[in-house]
């Protein structure tokens, strides 16, 4: 990832937040690499909205309890949620996650968690598909 972003270390201090490189981009494949190596599952799945005007984007979709769940990731503690707002209205009843650096939290059927918290949130998906078999 590093290599493909032409990442310059040198450009970068310890004091920086390193989930904020490349606009977020570092964060969310942390993200992704912490679902795939929970879950039993080798693929990665996200929800998009191709619609004049109205595009929309989810980072991640899981399965828990046997309900998708998208899966927002915001690397910094601003900005907004379009995309997810866009997925709950047109999936009603759905619950989802924002991973990010916030204070966890619940806000109507969204749920904040902790960046390192997503392991553990594919890992309870994990186990429901294992059960499965």
């Given amino acids: 990832m590093q290599h493909a972003l032409g990442f310059d270390w040198s450009a970068v ?12 981009a570092l964060a969310e494949q942390f993200v992704g690499q912490e679902l795939l190596a929970a879950t ?4 990665l799945y996200y929800w998009t909205r191709e619609k004049q ?22 690397s910094g503690t601003k ?9 709950l209205e047109e999936h009603i009843d759905s619950e989802a996650v924002v991973l990010s650096q916030v204070l966890p939290r619940r806000e109507g059927p969204i749920r904040w968690m902790a960046l390192y918290q997503s392991a553990q949130l594919a890992g309870a998906g994990r186990d429901e598909l294992d059960s499965e078999d």
């Fill in 13 to 24: 201090s310890l004091d920086d937040d390193l989930t904020t490189v490349h606009e977020g």
């Fill in 40 to 43: 039993a599952s080798r693929n």
């Fill in 53 to 74: 005007g109205s595009d929309a984007e989810v980072d991640y979709l899981i399965v828990q309890a046997g309900k998708i769940v998208p899966i927002e990731v915001k």
């Fill in 79 to 87: 900005g907004t949620l379009k995309s997810l707002a866009r997925y």
